[in-house]
DNA sequence: GCGATTTGACCGGA
DNA sequence: TCCGGTCAAATCGC
């Protein structure tokens, strides 16, 4: 696996270095300050540590997202292999097993701009599950989708499986999307750990129906330092809410407890989507 | 008008 | 035959 060695990746390497730090020092002020309050804030420092440090080994990875099954048609010609993919994808196929992820978290949004493209009722489920694609599908042939679902034990959790990989935005985003973390949490390459980290999250953080962004973000962080954009952002997510705790409170679209993981600095405050409600209308 | 979402229908695997 | 995943026309919102 070649790292990728480009000016641009050793900037963004050496950015996410700097978030990093900032992270893990925010961490342990708030431990310091207050071991049993702000745990909310101490979960999203945490989880931007674990952010960081996918991303860092993405980029040391150098992995770009292979292709996957991006040659998808519509339905007019190939239906009968499209589906065949898709049963392939369903039903635990070689490679969608290798492709397919499985997250846990307190919002559904992960850096990415997702479309929706269906709506199911399961069996024996209290809450529908909810699908989407990469935004970019059409326009790069991303192959990434993901299922959506309310965890039936907590409802503020969203349970999220990923398939495929993301080809479409930074090799951040899609190698790191693209490095299958184990259950087990091993061997992660080149990883600065500071803090905390577990196995199950990947850089994340930009809006679910963010239809109406108009570039191209995934989890790329751009320009500026990212350790001072740290700072107000934290700032902001201890006033508006102390515990961080998710469920499905309405919250507008600067109340960063909602907006959950704003990897996305530059278009944090845009995020519309933040809303447990927003996705399920139960 | 364009692009995203909704939702009923369709398809294939179990 | 049932159920889960996706399609695509209709609808909505900017």
């Known amino acids: 696996m070649a790292a990728l060695v480009t000016p641009a990746a050793s900037l963004v390497s050496e950015l996410m270095v700097q978030g990093r730090q900032s992270a893990a020092v925010l961490e342990a002020l708030l431990q310091d300050a207050s071991p049993t309050e702000h745990a909310g804030i101490r979960e999203l420092a945490a989880e931007i540590l674990r952010c960081c440090d996918r991303a860092l080994a993405a980029l040391h990875h150098g992995g770009v997202a292979d292709g996957g099954d991006s040659g998808r048609k519509r339905k007019s010609g190939a239906a009968a292999h499209k589906r065949r993919d898709k049963r392939a994808r369903a039903s635990g196929g070689e490679a969608a097993a290798a492709a397919k992820r499985v997250e846990k978290k307190r919002t559904a949004e992960d850096g990415f701009i ?26 790069g042939g991303c192959p990434a989708t993901r299922q959506v679902q309310l965890s039936e034990d907590d409802p503020s959790l969203f349970v999220i499986t990923y398939f495929g990989h993301h080809t479409c935005c930074a090799d951040v985003a899609a190698a790191a999307a693209a490095e299958e973390v184990n259950d087990l949490g091993e061997t992660r390459p080149f990883v600065i750990n500071f803090g905390s980290s577990s196995s199950d999250d990947y850089c994340g953080g930009q809006s679910e129906t963010s239809s109406r962004l108009s570039s191209r973000n995934g989890c790329l962080l751009e320009g500026g330092n990212v350790g001072e954009e740290l700072r107000p952002m934290v700032a902001k997510v201890e006033a508006a809410s102390p515990d961080l705790q998710p469920t499905a409170e309405p919250c507008s679209s600067g109340d960063a407890s909602c907006a959950s993981l704003p990897w996305d600095w530059d278009i944090f405050n845009e995020t519309s989507f933040d809303d447990v409600s927003d996705f399920f209308p139960f």
């Open 114 to 139: 997702w479309r929706k493209y269906g709506q199911k009722e399961i069996l024996n489920n209290k809450h529908p599950r909810l699908y989407f694609r990469c935004t970019y599908k059409d326009d």
